[in-house]
């Protein structure tokens, strides 16, 4: 397993991730459902209810499963917003796929998993999320689609590529900053 400290050591054209995930937003009445995760990757992380994929199952499949699992509720008016690929520097690589929705069926329920929150988009705790949330969450609020490339390691993003628009229109923006650790 191929160990990186730098964005420009990892090979995108070539990348195979280990895991592929999903994350769902319902937006509704001015505010977004979110979650405060209780165990797993990310736990103690504000997030969007999500989780890997099942062998077999695609992307909008597993958005929907774990709403179900994780809130106890099912997404309505899905739309794809973006994908997000991670590259951990220990070798580790998540491919992820993030989706909206407009509504819901049933009610947003506390599960061994996770703790719903309703949050208004102009005050979004940034602080009590992953660092990566910050540079794609502006995009999918405003329903621009994106694909943004990742660094981590452990928590602390080293370093993003992030493709914004589509077909003609699309833009590309390069950070090669060192990101700050974010304290929660």
Known sequence: MKLYRRM????WANWRPAERATLLFVMQDGK????????GL???KLNGPGGRL?????????AIRECQ?????TPMGIKEAGELMFQFTNGHAIHGYVFTATGY???PTETDEAIPIWISPDEIPYQK???DDRVWMPLMLAGTPFTASFLFDDDQMLGCDMNVGGGE?????KSKVQWPKIEI
């Not at 420009?8 to 090979?11: G, K």
């Not at 229109?169 to 923006?173: A, G």
Request: aromatic share 2%.
């Open 32 to 39: 977004m459902l979110m979650i405060h995760k209780k165990r």
């Open 129 to 131: 999320m992953w660092s």
């Open 69 to 73: 699992e994780e809130l106890l509720i």
């Open 42 to 44: 990310g736990a103690g």
């Open 169 to 173: 229109e699309e833009k590309s923006l």
């Open 105 to 107: 069926e049933g009610t």
């Open 8 to 11: 420009n050591e990892v090979d």
């Open 54 to 62: 099942d062998p077999g199952e695609e992307p909008l499949q597993a």
